[in-house]
């Protein structure tokens, strides 16, 4: 119990327990170009609000059982190209992403023009 | 042939009694663990409010002033969480129907 | 002439959102060339609710019930995949009692699962009495999960911190009694699926999807151990799979009927996995106890029903999390299902669509 109260006080300085690199959005296509000639998939991509106006982009690639995380950091209004030239299938993530957060994303290979989710209110979760 | 085993389960079907109970003629048996609705034994209840504060979809409404609780059984989702929280044990979850919409207004108990 | 003949010959087929053979909706516009189809475009959404957005209204503890409430066959997965990445997040270490319950319950939602498959694809070649057969046999199972946690599919027995009922050893024993009878009548089914010749000639060399391309269209689960790569989740160990002794299933030909023979088999190895569960069961507690707020993210994967989910919590030490995304199974496969629809017949689209077991509840949350 002791233990884990002082984890919880400690937030900073505990071990990261997933990997996570934290890169510029400008370089996201060298990376995730060289991610893909070394024979990782892409698993998911995933978009958080972590303030007014602050975004953070997550993208998990795997290999057999391993896996590993890049993150980008965006303000609103700025737009992230876009990775469907190295993985096709990242275009059901990205069109998402566009759907209920906002985000522009440039140069997908299916632009679903923001009609992939049916959603009442136009950007709900931004 | 291969539809040989198909045609003794066919045939065994064709001669057994149904496998569907036509309710509500016959009787839906419930197992004791069930989660059917909720029921309140109103004269031990001491009318706290820690039930509406933790139910998570806001069915239950208590007013200390009028000697009330009131539950609306089709805004309930069964978890028990008023069931383990209430200090009294007063709230018990019953293993029966949880009611048709038309005919299931708010259930409400009044203290003497 | 010979351009403007081909031009007559495409047409442009909607199929769904309401379809007989759907259980939910999704809409497809299937472009056809003489009944042959070319291309599929998919339009998702019709069942969106924004579950992800109840974060910031329900605390850490009351969102498992949400996360719980995504899907109704799935439904103890996510909420156990949720509660793990807490528990992770949190370093909470639950004892091994609780491990071995949850491992029990997700086989015997994969078992129900999978008999719900076999019947929907019996219904979707029109075999409607192996769909009634197939359906009466998961009533059994059913009857063992109401026994058990009082829920037929939103069981709501996991919380952050372990589980909140326990189960008694008379409870056990029934469930092995019953788990020995349904095997014998499941032999008589799944015999039917495997030999029966109208069977055969519907589901054998249809809607191939070769092994690198299932890779690279990011597949899970059993659609893409049907083509033959070896991965499956719960080989890593999370929850009591680390102690129990079983190999992922595999097969070859990459067709529907190499998708319904890996579900077959997963079905009997889900019997034998709660067999052993219930031999290894420890004694002891079910739950630790929870102080405080969790802070950090983790990401967690486990084995569904239908494939690879991953759960992503993020949380920043108040009792409202950040961020909760959970990726589906279903989510993943769509790519892989307009792969193997190219160059089909419009009768076999239905079936085709039912192989990679679609969940779409919990496609668009």
């Given at each position: 119990m002791s233990e884990q109260e002082k984890n919880t006080k400690e937030g900073e300085e505990k071990e990261p327990l997933m990997d996570i690199k934290e890169i510029e959005k400008e370089t996201l296509l060298d990376e995730v170009t060289r991610i893909s000639f070394d024979n990782w998939r892409l698993i998911q991509i995933c978009a958080t609000k972590v303030g007014e106006e602050q975004y953070e982009i997550l993208y998990t690639f795997g290999k057999g059982y391993q896996w590993k995380n890049l993150r980008i950091h965006l303000k609103k209004g700025e737009?992230?190209?876009?990775?469907t030239s190295v993985y096709e299938i990242a275009y059901l993530y990205e069109n998402e992403i566009h759907d209920l957060y906002g985000i522009h994303i440039d140069m997908l290979n299916y632009d679903f023009g923001g009609k992939l989710f049916r959603t009442g209110v136009q950007y709900p979760f931004a | 042939m291969a539809f040989l085993p198909y045609v003794g389960m066919a045939l065994k079907n064709l001669f057994s009694k149904p496998a569907t109970e036509s309710f509500p003629a016959g009787e839906r048996e419930?197992?004791?663990?069930?989660?059917?609705?909720?029921?309140?034994d109103i004269e031990k209840c001491i009318l706290c409010g820690n039930c509406q504060r933790n139910c998570p979809s806001g069915a239950i409404k208590v007013s200390k002033a009028d000697f009330t609780w009131e539950i609306h059984p089709f805004s309930c989702v069964q978890c028990s969480k008023c069931v383990e929280?209430?200090?009294?044990?007063?709230?018990?979850?019953?293993?029966?129907?949880t009611g048709i919409p038309s005919r299931s207004p708010a259930r409400r108990r009044q203290r003497s | 002439m010979a351009v403007n003949n081909n031009a007559k010959k495409i047409s442009v087929v909607p199929f769904g959102p309401q379809h007989p053979v759907l259980p939910e909706p999704i809409h497809l516009d299937l472009v056809l060339k003489d009944e042959k189809v070319?291309?599929?475009?998919?339009?998702?959404?019709?069942?969106?609710?924004?579950?992800?957005?109840?974060?910031e209204k329900r605390d850490y503890e009351q969102f498992v019930l949400i996360a719980e409430r995504t899907c109704g066959i799935c439904?103890?997965?996510h909420g156990m995949g949720y509660v793990e990445a807490i528990e992770k997040i949190m370093n909470l270490d639950i004892p091994p009692r609780a491990k071995f319950l949850r491992t029990m319950?997700?086989?015997l939602a994969r078992m129900h699962n999978h008999l719900m498959w076999l019947g929907l694809q019996a219904d979707a070649f029109g075999f409607e009495s192996l769909f009634m057969e197939c359906w009466r046999l998961r009533e059994k199972v059913l009857d063992m999960l109401e026994l058990t946690t009082g829920g037929r599919v939103i069981f709501s027995v996991n919380k952050v911190g372990g589980l909140r009922k326990d189960v008694t050893p008379e409870m056990l024993e029934q469930i092995l009694h019953t788990i020995d009878d349904l095997e014998k009548e499941c032999r008589v089914v799944t015999d039917t699926f495997l030999g029966d010749p109208d069977v055969l000639s519907r589901m054998k060399g249809v809607g191939v999807l070769t092994p690198g391309r299932a890779e690279e269209l990011g597949c899970c689960g059993p659609f893409l151990r049907a083509s033959g790569v070896k991965r499956d989740c719960r080989m890593l160990g999370y929850e009591a799979y680390?102690?129990?002794?079983?190999?992922?299933?595999?097969?070859?030909?990459?067709?529907c009927y190499a998708r319904c023979v890996v579900r077959i088999e997963e079905l009997y190895q889900s019997m034998d996995l709660v067999r052993q569960c219930i031999a290894k069961m420890p004694g002891g507690d079910i739950d630790v106890k929870v102080k405080g707020n969790p802070n950090g993210e983790y990401m967690v994967r486990i084995e569904q029903p239908r494939g690879e989910a991953l759960y992503y919590v993020k949380a920043n030490g108040t009792r409202f999390l950040t961020r909760y995304r959970n990726r589906t199974p279903t989510y993943?496969?769509?790519?892989?299902?307009?792969?193997?629809?190219k160059g089909a017949e419009l009768a076999d689209v239905a079936m085709m669509i039912l192989t990679i077991d679609p969940c779409i509840s919990c496609t668009e949350r």
């Open positions: 737009a992230v190209s876009s990775i | 419930y197992t004791d663990r069930y989660r059917g609705h909720i029921e309140n929280v209430c200090p009294v044990k007063c709230l018990s979850m019953v293993n029966s129907f | 070319v291309y599929a475009l998919p339009s998702i959404g019709f069942v969106h609710r924004g579950l992800e957005k109840l974060v439904s103890f997965g319950w997700a086989e680390g102690e129990l002794k079983f190999e992922p299933i595999v097969s070859y030909d990459g067709d993943a496969n769509i790519p892989g299902l307009i792969e193997t629809i």
